[in-house]
């Protein structure tokens, strides 16, 4: 069977959790390889194995780590050719995707992104893609070269399986070069999730009313184990973060659950959201478009509504 | 310092846009532009504003370019930047572009830029499009070059032939360094775009613009458009309205009525 590249999203020796979706995934086309680059290779061997990796090529080089970008597609680029893989996966991140459109350029190959799944098909994988908000949805294909695909992340259920896992030290055969990494700096994020990667997000708009009234979206998402996420209007309005800001300019999700509490549902929210298994929205004016989108909607106070859905939860938990 | 911004005509995200028939139909599923109005695609706003100052801040001498493919009427893009205070264009035109992937369109502009913007210091894009959202086009453009890309900037700092970054990463930012010339890309809120001035309006039709064609960038047309691409759209479908949920009032209840939901599908 080909080999499937897998590019691991990892912190050090953490392994993200998009990571193992697309292992999973990868095992639908061939085996499994996951590319790591960077240290840690070590200590997520474990993880990997459980979805069912066979392979971890390792480039553990600094000038790998030190510099944006283009020796990670490099890295790609050589693993493709010399192991005659069939398929590339990458994270569907603002990053990952500056590393699928790299490679692509390189292998000359088709770039397929936010894919929220992809199929074997007669013609090569066949990516399933949701556009203009969600609104449409697309079945694309490449056509040309090795694909790369994409994946938003959340978008598959991560399955375990046992893999060998074999680590396998790679020499990067070209000098990696480009813009070079002074310094990382880890925003404070407390205890929440990652809002792309959540499970349960919980979003915030207008009518909130102002960073004290977002109080209470931070206490719903707290209590539920969610992630923060908020309108266009509540991040322009500098009531919350900007990059929170789920939508069409923002970030994009896919969780388990949304919760969107006093927002509207314009068409540059729904873009951002629209993907989500169960949507839940609360919001004063029963006219409200977000509320089409609800699997259930409560026309009310939000003042009124989250207060008590939080003694509710609080209740149900001592339980 | 010479600069030049990669601006891109969107349609108007609030319009309803639709795709062409795709090629299970015989078609390209390609996006019907003439269909909807057409705008800057927002992100791009950001990376105009910022080409600006940077040659506000580096004086005399400095210019910003506007580089944009697409139809006739994707003109209006690079009138809007010049009106904002860009000081020329170039237009990338021709018909054999139409169904253009991002790799043919990485082409386009790297060539554009290699023949007609030779020797820049810096190639200005926004960080995604509207529309295809795809995300890739900075780094390969930069591929396509062979510079440093510089991407995904939430703050742009340049001292003589070095550029500094703060780059946006999924858990903070990353200090990134590099030297010029080099690609780079900003996120939305790095600055706040400014609106076109009267004058400015007026001094933009006085502008040059330089229409350039395939064949102007030696390329071939069967490199790009619907027969170059390496990807293909092999049929759509309308997502059907999901199915309508619940929508309760609340009288008084509310909460309990939404924990219920919650609790019946194991949330809590």
Redesign the interface.
Known sequence: MAEILVLA?H?GGDVKKVTGELITLARRFGTPAVVWAGPGAEEGRARCAEFGAEKIYVADDPAVDDH???PV?MLLAQLVRDQSASLVLIAG???G??????L???L???????AVDLVPGDEGP?AEQ????????????????VPIVAMRPNAISPQAAEGAAELVPVTLSEQA???????????E?GERP?L?EAA?VVSGGRGTGGPDGFVLIEQLADA?GAAVGASRAVTDAGWYP??FQVG???KTVSP??YMAIGISGA??HR?GMQTSK???A?NKD?EAPI???????????LF??????????AK??SL | MKIVVCVKQVPD??SD???KP?ASSGGG?TLDRAAVDGEVN??DTYAIEEGLRIAESQGEGSTVTVLTMGPDKAAEVIRKALSMGADDGVHVQDDALTGS???GT?LVLAEALRRYAEGFDLVILG??S?DA????????V???LGV?????ASKVDIDGGTI?IR????????????TLP?VISVV??INEPRYPSFKGIMAAKKKPVQTVSLADLQIAPDQVGLAG???????????P??Q???????D????????E???A?K??
């Not at chain 1, 000359?108 to 936010?114: E, H």
């Not at chain 1, 949701?130 to 070269?145: E, M, N, P, Q, W």
């Not at chain 2, 691409?229 to 997502?239: G, H, I, K, M, Q």
């Open positions: 999203e912190a944006v970008t283009a597609a991140t603002p990053q995707k500056e590393v699928a459109g790299r692509a350029v390189k000359d190959s088709g770039v397929l992104t936010d066949v949701s556009i203009f908000g969600g609104a449409t949805v697309v079945h694309a294909r490449v056509k040309r070269g070069d480009g813009a070079r990494v002074l310094e990382r700096v880890i925003a994020r990652d792309t349960i539920l900007h990059k069409q300019t923002g388990q659950l068409i540059q873009a169960t949507i839940i609360v029963p509320l089409e989108l609800a699997d259930y909607g409560v026309v009310g106070d009124k509504v989250v207060p008590q859905l939080l003694d509710e939860v149900r938990k | 995200t609030a846009r639709k795709l795709a599923g927002e992100l992937d991002a790799l990485s960080s995604e509207t959202r795809m995300g890739v086009m900075t780094a390969m930069a591929e396509r440093p890309q510089v991407s995904l500094r780059r946006v990463s999924d858990d903070g930012y990353h200090e990134v360094e590099s080099a939305e809120k691409a390496a990807t293909e759209v092999t049929d759509f479908s309308v997502r309205p999901r309508s949920g619940t929508i309760v009032k609340d008084g209840d509310g909460g309990v009525k939404v924990a939901f919650l609790a599908r949330f809590i």
